[in-house]
């Protein structure tokens, strides 16, 4: 039905019987990887061929941390816009948010609707229309429990879709945890050293030289897993 609205510009109403004609453009949004999804026969091909006209690829949140400091201001006017309550952070509460918004530790995956959420919450529990480091405290351990909650719902299916279950099940659930943090982030970095820089960031600065890439690369290779397979699968 949706191929051919697509193509034809005619569609059968629900519970009509009668055609109707639509003149449109389809502009869609996914977070999937729809040429492997195609791949593996999860999305229709032909249903790809025709809306993937043009594409942009607009990187997440995590991956453009010069975007939060600026939204976070933009989250606060919008809920004054709409409630008429106008909130503001003290100036350590906001410096620690921001260092906590802008950590390598924090993933962002609801990109800005976890920012949005999080200005919210805190803005509806800031007493006196102002927003405390205790506030921010409760925030930021809030956050990292949903985060790490949903890390591990994920974990499994991330390695599933890469990992055989013969290799999967000789790898330690330690080691799945750990293997399944470094895909998320991989998948969200514009390069394998991007991902080495965020996940070495705290032991790269006591090495005298240091390849991020090419760290990163060994631990991969050690459960056979590529860069190519992480972006791809």
């Keep these: 039905m949706l191929l051919r609205a697509l193509e034809e510009k005619t569609f059968?109403?629900?519970?009509?019987?009668?055609?109707?004609?639509?003149?449109?453009?389809?502009?869609?949004?996914?977070?999937?990887?729809?040429?492997?999804?195609?791949?593996?026969?999860?999305?229709?091909?032909?249903?790809?061929?025709?809306?993937?006209?043009?594409?942009?690829?607009?990187?997440?949140?995590?991956?453009?941390?010069?975007?939060?400091?600026?939204?976070?201001?933009?989250?606060?006017?919008?809920?004054?816009?709409?409630?008429?309550?106008?909130?503001?952070?003290?100036?350590?509460a906001r410096q620690k948010f921001v260092d906590?918004?802008?950590?390598?530790?924090?993933?962002?995956?609801?990109?800005?609707?976890?920012?949005?959420?999080a200005v919210v919450r805190m803005a509806t529990l800031a007493e006196g229309g102002r927003i405390s480091v205790e506030i921010v405290e409760e925030e930021t351990e809030r956050l990292n429990a949903s985060w790490t909650r949903l890390e591990s719902e994920e974990s499994e299916e991330v390695l599933s879709h890469i990992l055989s279950e013969e290799v999967l099940s000789q790898i330690d659930q330690f080691d799945r945890v750990q293997l399944a943090h470094v895909i998320h982030v991989c998948r969200g970095s514009r390069s394998l050293s991007d991902a080495g820089?965020?996940?070495?960031?705290a032991s790269r600065s006591r090495k005298a030289s240091t390849n991020d890439a090419d760290r990163l690369r060994k631990y991969l290779n050690r459960f056979g897993v590529t860069w190519s397979q992480m972006i791809c699968s």
């Design 100 to 117: 906590f918004a802008l950590s390598s530790s924090s993933p962002w995956p609801g990109n800005f609707r976890d920012l949005n959420a």
């Design 12 to 92: 059968l109403p629900l519970g009509s019987d009668r055609e109707a004609h639509s003149d449109f453009q389809l502009i869609a949004g996914t977070n999937r990887d729809l040429l492997a999804a195609v791949r593996e026969g999860r999305f229709r091909e032909d249903l790809l061929a025709r809306i993937n006209l043009w594409t942009f690829t607009l990187p997440g949140l995590r991956s453009r941390p010069e975007d939060i400091e600026p939204n976070l201001q933009f989250e606060l006017d919008e809920f004054a816009r709409r409630t008429g309550h106008r909130v503001t952070f003290s100036k350590e």
């Design 197 to 201: 820089r965020r996940l070495f960031s």
